[in-house]
């Protein structure tokens, strides 16, 4: 039973056909490098992204561990003197300091006030 029609590869089209699909095919390879390279392309941008991030990241945790140090060492200093400052009030000679303190505290508050005054 023939129509007429060839029943080969090329479906009755002849080499044009197999021209219009080898074209598709180069088309489509060449769409698919592009896209390829493109992806590349991002792959390599997200890459140089994390880096910046792992470096920012070992930077600020560096930062935190020296202040957390600095704090520790300011806590420290601040306990000593608040021990220092106990032992100073306790004695007869501290009692006498912070009541000279306190008495040129008042009295510059008592200028401060008259200079508003004025």
Do not use: P
């Amino acid at each position: 039973m023939s129509s007429g029609w060839s029943n080969n590869t090329n479906n009755g089209w002849g080499s044009s056909s197999r021209g219009h699909e080898e074209f598709n095919e180069r088309l489509l390879e060449r769409q698919n490098d592009d896209a390829l390279h493109s992806l590349h392309g991002k792959i390599s941008a997200l890459k140089n992204v994390t880096i910046d991030m792992h470096d920012d990241v070992n930077t600020q945790n560096e930062l935190l561990s020296k202040m957390g140090m600095n704090f520790d060492n300011a806590k420290d200093q601040l306990s000593g003197s608040m021990r220092r400052l106990k032992l100073m009030i306790n004695t007869k000679h501290g009692k006498n300091t912070w009541t000279i303190v306190g008495v040129i505290l008042v009295l510059c508050f008592l200028v401060w006030l008259w200079s508003k005054r004025s």
